[in-house]
């Protein structure tokens, strides 16, 4: 006999997984495009960081930060299924769920940040064959990303906290 207090994990169906990283992937990469974009048309302007882009980066900036976005629509959609996976399998339920949700946005935020430092190296080599500017981009974006994703993970986790997709009862 199970007593009151004991929660009990309910079955989830691969595709709520499925879902929800295609889901959390559209609301990230459209964050990461903004934010790469901006930072690739405007960061050189600002004087606190005292370097110069030049007017190819400037030019490029949208061309790259969708180069940037669909990088990591691919990598992130993959690393997202698998965070998903884990978390699952951990036995961590907790009487309060956004406890939960807000230690897994870390640990997401964690995973996302590496990809998308990395990213944007990988596209300034490529784009520009040189990495110049790409760690004061990559810093910058990783600053405003920690912030913005932060919260629209932890409100998409809620989100999908109350949707009952993919989940058997």
């Known amino acids: 006999?199970?007593?009151?207090?004991?929660?009990?994990?309910?079955?989830?169906?691969?595709?709520?997984?499925i879902a929800k990283a295609i889901t959390w992937r559209i609301i990230?990469?459209?964050?990461t495009w903004l934010i790469s974009?901006?930072?690739?048309?405007?960061?050189g302007e600002f004087n606190f960081f005292q370097i110069e882009f030049s007017n190819d980066l400037r030019s490029k900036a949208a061309s790259s930060a969708t180069l940037?976005?669909?990088?990591e629509l691919i990598s992130k959609t993959i690393l997202y299924y698998f965070h998903e996976r884990i978390w699952y399998s951990l036995?961590?339920?907790?009487?309060?769920?956004?406890?939960?949700?807000?230690?897994?946005?870390i640990s997401w935020r964690l995973v996302g940040a590496v990809d998308t430092i990395l990213l944007v190296f990988i596209v300034f080599y490529f784009q520009f064959s040189s990495v110049n500017g790409a760690a004061e981009v990559a810093i910058s974006m990783f600053s405003i990303e920690v912030i913005t994703k932060m919260i629209l993970y932890y409100a998409h986790e809620r989100v999908w906290f109350i949707s009952n997709y993919g989940v058997k009862k």
Not at 68 to 71: E, K, M
Not at 93 to 105: D, E, L, S
């Open 37 to 43: 974009w901006f930072l690739l048309r405007y960061l």
């Open 91 to 105: 036995a961590w339920v907790f009487p309060k769920q956004r406890a939960r949700h807000f230690i897994k946005t």
């Open 68 to 71: 940037i976005a669909t990088f």
């Open 1 to 17: 006999m199970l007593k009151e207090n004991k929660r009990i994990k309910p079955h989830v169906h691969k595709r709520r997984h």
């Open 28 to 31: 990230g990469t459209l964050d």
